[in-house]
């Protein structure tokens, strides 16, 4: 019974690291004026990248660096369609998603040969989840977050980039390379998210994300576009997550039981959306004045 209360908490850390490392990652997106509805496909390519590298030569490390060069291509694909094309964000977003799907799945059929699933990897096996390395880089991407956005130039260059980017170009910050930053930092911390999803299940499964970017994106909204704030609303996704598993086999009907995170998602949602304000030019192209 002593160790039921530790178990619990050691499932919710594990379970709150995925949203933690997408959500401050979406935080550097938009603080910069992009966003990010591709944090999914992101997710999914890392998470592939991930059981692919270590599939094949035996390195979790390999498997890491593997799915960041993925997260960070997606990245790059999104960051020229939406920041250089001046694309509709969400469109591109939707898009990028349903490409990172239809490439999985392709990519499954050709190196597993599998539509469904990968072949069993080791991942990274500790005997507790704060010794897991991915664990302890989510915890020190907030503190870094928090101090980068708030207290460096770079944090501050960001920050006007997506507040307001007429006036940032008019004092010499490049607003397309911010913005690129911006998505670049997302990418590989959401295909970081990816590779802990793989480490801990030791395959890749077809979708395996399961619309976790999607909720890292709400965290952030609800942690008001800070690092801390939506490690915060992170940890609460946990709890609802573990809440899931908990009451499945309980009398409570499953289909109840699998919504519950969503409909807390919206409830709270419904309550925070309307006092966080985002940056003033989330989702606006930047066109630059010709003079």
Request: charged share 10%.
């Amino acid at each position: 019974m002593g160790i039921e209360p530790l178990f619990i908490l050691f499932q919710i850390l594990r379970l709150a690291v995925p949203y933690t490392l997408t959500s401050v990652g979406a935080t550097f997106s938009e603080r910069g004026g992009v966003v990010n509805l591709a944090l999914e496909g992101m997710m999914l390519v890392g998470a592939f990248g991930a059981a692919y590298g270590q599939y094949s030569t035996g390195s979790a490390l390999v498997g890491l660096l593997l799915a960041c060069f993925c997260g960070l291509v997606v990245a790059s694909l999104f960051a020229f369609v939406t920041v250089t094309l001046k694309a509709d964000q969400i469109v591109a977003g939707i898009a990028i998603n349903i490409l990172a799907m239809g490439s999985t799945r392709l990519g499954l059929s050709l190196l597993f040969g599998s539509s469904m699933n990968s072949s069993r990897i080791a991942g990274v096996e500790v005997p507790y989840p704060y010794m897991d390395p991915l664990f302890i880089f989510s915890v020190v991407s907030v503190f870094a977050g928090q101090w980068i956005l708030f207290r460096t130039p770079f944090g501050l260059r960001l920050r006007a980039s997506g507040e307001s980017a007429e006036t940032a170009d008019s004092a010499g910050v490049n607003v397309d390379g911010m913005r690129y930053a911006g998505v670049a930092v997302s990418g590989v911390l959401a295909a970081m998210a990816g590779a802990f999803l793989v480490f801990q299940q030791h395959t890749f499964t077809d979708n395996m994300s399961a619309g976790r970017g999607y909720m890292a994106l709400a965290a952030m909204i609800i942690g008001k576009w800070t690092p801390s704030g939506a490690a915060l609303a992170s940890l609460m996704f946990a709890v609802t997550e573990s809440m899931e598993i908990w009451f499945q086999t309980g009398w409570i009907p499953s289909q109840l039981v699998q919504s519950l995170p969503y409909v807390i998602t919206l409830l709270v949602l419904a309550g925070f959306v309307g006092k966080a304000n985002a940056p003033r030019d989330a989702g606006r192209a930047f066109e630059k004045s010709r003079k």
